[in-house]
């Protein structure tokens, strides 16, 4: 018999072997900002303790929740520290990151619930790229089957999966070791409301640092996404990244979520609506013409996109991507570039002083 964490369990020879190199693995330290993540918190931690990994710290870094999400993480057997005041999760983070003994650290979010071999994974990455950044993606299926969480996780992970070398290791399955974090100063706590690793990613390469993208360490998200969730978030995340982007002068770059491809997308459909607002104004039907050549051509560089899409949950679920995707979901996208550039540009909200 192998004791193993809270269970036993006879095991095989070859699953024995198994064991033990991956008890012989460094230890990894999981850090987990959280704030009112009640909902969630629970369900992450569980799957983090049913890990197949057996040398790992799990830190919970609570954010001055106001819900009961604090109480939840102390039924766990992990390490809770509390700020003294809700600081963001830049410094959730770093403040775990400085109070962790692993010898790799492994940034997730309290929405996500990792794999059983997740953690496997990421000691295996981790050993064969030394000095480089890691990261990890959403598995194609979140955690709840509605059709607006399917559409974003199929939509994260084909983004963010499409280069070896990304432009950014989301910090929803961050790999990195201490001393690099240490050195780099961690993640900006003075900064927009999100994107800080992308900050953070760009920072670190800058410096010479390798960033790898590894799409065996995954984690499945908590998005419960309804329309309206959906079309919120893409409107948040395009206003900050355009700022951001314009303050970086990468606005037009191929960047994880913020590909060429989302960017066509967005384009082809401002055109198609320009065309056919013409059209009815002027009442020349001809400038409409050009309207299903462009949304041929737009479907044609997204191909890859809708080819996973389709591969992860049929025909059914592709036509609805493909509608929802050139037909609604580029308006919330261009309108939260459009409000964001116009805030960079107007200096709103101390918009031109991005770090």
Sequence with gaps: MIWLRSRHRKIGRSDRLSFIIIHMGRKISVIIPNFNGSATIGRCLEAVFDSRYDDFEVIVVDDCSTDN?????????????????????????????????????????????????????VERAFTEHDRTIIGGTYTRLPHDDRFYSAFQSVFIHYSETRKEEPDYIASHAMVISPGIFRESGGFPEDFLPILEDVEFSHR??????????????????IFNFTLHKSLR???????????????????????????????????????????????????????????PFILV????????????????????????????????????????SFMGISRFYLGSSGSRDIR
């Design 204 to 221: 670190l390469r800058r410096s010479g640092m390798k960033l790898r993208m590894d799409p065996s360490i995954l984690v499945r998200h």
């Design 69 to 121: 999400s604090a109480e939840i993480t102390g039924l766990f057997p992990c390490r809770l520290i509390r700020l003294d005041r809700h600081a963001g999760a830049s410094r959730a983070r770093n403040v775990g990151a400085l109070s962790s003994s692993g010898e790799i650290l492994f940034f997730m979010d309290a929405d996500c619930v990792m794999q059983a071999d997740t953690l496997a994974a």
């Design 233 to 291: 978030n893409a409107f948040r995340k395009s206003l900050y990244w355009s700022m951001y982007s314009l303050k970086n002068r990468d606005l037009l770059a191929d960047s994880g979520t913020a590909s060429l491809e989302l960017k066509t997308n967005v384009v082809s459909f401002a055109v198609m609506m320009l065309l056919l607002s013409l059209a009815l104004i002027s009442g020349k039907a001809v400038l409409s013409f050009p309207v």
């Design 297 to 336: 051509f737009n479907i044609l560089v997204n191909r890859h996109f809708f080819s996973a899409i389709y591969e992860t949950k049929g025909m059914v679920f592709l036509v609805s991507s493909v509608l929802y995707y050139t037909l609604i979901y580029p308006f919330a996208v261009g309108a939260g």
